[in-house]
């Protein structure tokens, strides 16, 4: 199934059950699960599917161990839970993580303290096949992360997590699956007003990014699923009672790639100010994050801060020695959304989703899902879903607790390697670029390959630094809503994310190839690589600090 860009115009004489506006991860999730019990779903998007705060995290799933502290055993259970859910049903983009807390200096107490919370994690995490806990001693912690500070190490913990290393694709295969049972998802479309209808809202109406052209959807419910935007998509209501408080508060979180640093995730207190932050292995690199300060700025112009970073690169330095500001490749920058508006302790505001029924403020017809964590994203989804199936009186029952994503149809991991390998030696394709799209696609990596059988070029490898391969541009433009650069290089594929090169090695022949699909002229090749670079070098959210440099007027 070649997923086109849905039509607005044909939609405007439509009424769907739900209007979803935003494509991360919840509004995909959302759609999903929705579309699953037979409701018709549209999702507007006013970027890329992901582009958001989706593909800015440490992209760990986990129960959240810190949590403990504040007794909160509840959200502990159920993200443990959802965990193991994600393990099962995407392996492919989901794998477990072993994690280490170091010990440093005397702190009998803390250690007791520490061990304490850790059986309680192990307990709440009962049956997620993941083993538990265990002390190491300082050789053993040595031996497997040689780079930390030997000086005062007494020993560790090691328990264990998960990390979705490509969380871009796991928001795509949540919208892979809507569509596949009949939502209607479209990106580079922006809501701007909410229809109403004697006080209910009714509909949106959406406007077309690069055409301008508006259109009127009518829905029965519309879902706020906009993160950082959720306020102001509250505020196109216009309802004079609407609440003084802000609906959201959001936290900037940064985090630096650096080269290999770590084997394990490593869980790290900083010493200024006592927070948690991680070392984390990721993709052959390594990720160090995050930071939790108030943001109040513009959402499109977030970006990362030299003193968030100077913070982390302070911190990262007392546990390994030999990192420093010069080993920093690359940052990022997100918004966390909260639905915590109280002004105190970042870190200490409550992770808890809140999903919200705007009839009590006199908006019927509209709901919003604020905060909320990666890991549960599936549960509050399902919630979310819950309340609209009421509103919509509708029955119907959630079908995705043990439900695989697209990429994952019940194969082994290791089958699913040693079968991408041959496949792809049998198309002339290495067997390392074979593994690479089967740890992208999943069972879909046959796409791809076939793609690449029918032309020699889709089998040319985009650049050195990488075993992608040129029919991926081909399958995102076709299969996977690509419409930008920055759609391929940053959340199909991830090349832009990663050194050496951050992708900018790759641009030039990704852009003619997307140019072929798209019919795109010398001059819209030349804004997009532009555009494209502006975003990368220039003070955007993502910004490249040791790759190779591309002037905007080449």
Known sequence: MINERADLSALEGETFDLAVVGGGIMGTGIARDASLRGLRVLLVEKEDFG??????????????????AHLDFKIVRDDLRERTRLLRNAPHLVSPLPCLIPIYGHGVLDRIILR??????????????????????????????????PKGLRGGFLFYDAQAPRVERLCLENALDAVGNGAALVNYTSAIGLIREKGRVVGLEVEDVATTKRHQISARLVVNAAGPWAGLLRDLAGEKSAPSAPMVRTTRGVHVIVNKSCSNGIVLTARTDGRIFFVLPWLGYSLIGTTDVDYSGDPEHIQPDTEDVSYLMDEVKRFFPSLGDNNVLGTYAGLRTLSDSHRGKESDASRRPKIIDHSAEGVPGLISIVGGKLTAYRQISQAATDLACSLLDVQRMCLTLDRPLPGFLGTELSSLLDGSRELADSYGISKASGEYLAQLYGNRYREVLAMAGENPR?????????????????????HEWARTPADFLLRRTLLGLTPPCFGLDALSIVIDEMGRCLGWSAEDKRKQKNTYLSNVNHGGWLQVRNGPKISTND
């Open 51 to 68: 582009s958001g705060t989706s593909s800015r995290t440490s992209r760990l799933i986990h129960g959240g161990l810190r949590y403990l």
């Open 116 to 149: 304490a919370g850790l059986v309680i994690y192990d307990l709440l995490a009962w049956g997620s096949g993941l083993p538990r806990h265990k002390w190491l001693g300082c050789n053993e912690i040595l031996d497997s992360e040689p780079g930390l500070n």
């Open 458 to 478: 889709g089998r040319t490898v985009l650049c050195p630094h990488t075993p992608a391969i040129m029919a991926q541009v081909r399958h995102a433009v076709n």
